[in-house]
């Protein structure tokens, strides 16, 4: 049994790899993850996106809170 560690890619990749793939699309890619290594905001991001998809929260509005809550990171449209 091994340990899975995510190195998070920094903010302005990540929100580009969000973008571009879709949020469902992105954490069906990343299912088994133990810990997370990266910056803080990197870390934030996806434990946002994580924390939406559990409560079954389309793409679009993943899109959208990610947006209201990383401004700087996602912009909204």
Not at 3 to 14: D, R
């Amino acid at each position: 049994m091994g340990f899975n560690k995510y190195y998070v890619p920094e903010p302005a990749e990540l929100a580009k790899q969000i973008s571009e793939t879709g949020p469902s699309e992105f954490r069906k890619r990343r299912t088994k993850i133990d810990a997370m290594i990266g910056s803080t905001d990197s870390v934030r991001i996806v434990e946002h996106l994580f924390d939406l998809i559990n409560i079954g929260a389309p793409d679009s509005e993943i899109l959208e809170s990610l947006a209201d809550k990383f401004p700087s990171h996602f912009q909204k449209g």
